[in-house]
């Protein structure tokens, strides 16, 4: 199975503030790259999938990036809403699997 | 609008089953694959399976496989998943999920997920 691997696991920063956070596959998965919110207590939400196609009606701030092993998930001014749990998820064939989980908090 | 209902909360004895459903609408139920996606208390989400709405197929993850049962009721947009042999190991939320399709092709990219059902094993 493909292995993936986000970083940092949990993150700090301000309202209006640039935020990253990273992914990285044990393998090539090409695009096959989907990023979730979730928000406590809630489902996960879809925010972007091939790499870097944004879901509809997610906010243009929210932007993916990436391809083969290395990804990136930028909220370009992050706001109170984006408080949340962030996963990334390879879909490169079965089974899907999906990383551990970035926290982003405010600070 | 899309809508995936699941039932409700479980509570089962170690080595009890569990069978979960979700029903779904707004949407051509046969059009698109239900996954199951569970996630243990503070952890993240782990897959059990996909079921191609169309024809029935099951595809388990192999952690579960002979564990697991996927099946749909296509007459009520329903689908349901049963997990046996039960441990506390398999406390956890679990969420239906659609499978989305673009481009032509359909994939494991969840778009629209049940609100979860709750599975709590203990004696």
């Known amino acids: 199975d493909i292995q993936m691997t986000q970083s940092p696991s949990s993150l700090s920063a301000s309202v209006g503030d640039r935020v990253t956070i990273n992914c990285r596959a044990s393998q090539g998965i090409r695009s096959y790259l989907a990023w979730y919110q979730q928000k406590p207590g809630k489902a996960p939400e879809l925010l972007v999938y091939?790499?870097?196609t944004l879901h509809s009606g997610v906010p243009s701030r929210f932007s993916g990036s990436g391809s083969g092993t290395n990804f990136t998930l930028a909220v370009s001014s992050l706001q109170p809403e984006d408080v949340a749990t962030y996963y990334c998820q390879s879909y490169d064939g079965a089974p899907p699997t999906f990383g551990r989980g970035t926290k982003v908090e405010i600070k | 609008q899309v809508q995936l209902v699941q039932s409700g909360a479980e509570v089962k004895n170690p080595g009890a089953s569990v069978k979960v459903s979700c029903k779904t609408s707004?949407?051509?139920?046969?059009?698109?694959?239900i996954s199951w996606v569970r996630q243990a208390p503070g952890q993240g989400l782990e897959w059990l399976g996909w079921?191609?709405?169309?024809?029935?197929?099951?595809n388990y993850a192999q952690k579960f496989q002979g564990r697991v049962t996927m099946i749909t009721d296509t007459s009520t947009g329903t689908a349901f998943m049963e997990l046996r042999s039960l441990t506390s190991d398999d406390t956890a939320v679990y969420y239906c999920?659609?499978?989305?399709?673009?481009?032509?092709?359909?994939?494991?990219?969840?778009?629209?997920w049940g609100q979860g059902t709750q599975v709590t094993v203990s004696s």
């Open positions: 079921l191609n709405t169309y024809n029935g197929n099951p």
């Open positions: 091939a790499a870097s």
């Open positions: 999920a659609r499978g989305t399709c673009f481009g032509g092709n359909c994939y494991f990219v969840y778009d629209y």
């Open positions: 707004g949407y051509n139920f046969r059009s698109y694959g």
